[in-house]
């Protein structure tokens, strides 16, 4: 893996829909982010690839961030 693809996938993060919220995976980088995705997501569960900076910075409310995964998703967990 390049040195380009490892700041470009510490510098994501995948999201995924919980019971109690928004799920956020940080990758190692040991694999790619849709190979993250695949084996982090539960089977069936939309995920995104987002930048870490989108996210919001408070975490003391994080269980109410919420996201629209109907029609903006990158993949499904297998």
Not at 10 to 36: D, H, K, W
Not at 61 to 72: G, I, L, P
Request: aromatic share 10%; net charge negative; proline share 5%.
């Amino acid at each position: 893996m390049s040195q380009f693809s490892d700041k470009r996938i510490m510098n994501q993060r995948i999201i995924y829909p919980q019971e109690t919220g928004i799920a956020v995976i940080t990758p190692t980088g040991e694999l790619s982010l849709e190979e993250t995705a695949l084996k982090d997501v539960p089977s069936g569960v939309k995920y995104k690839i987002i930048d870490a900076s989108d996210l919001p910075q408070e975490r003391d409310f994080r269980n109410a961030w919420e996201y629209d995964f109907t029609d903006s998703f990158d993949g499904v967990g297998a």
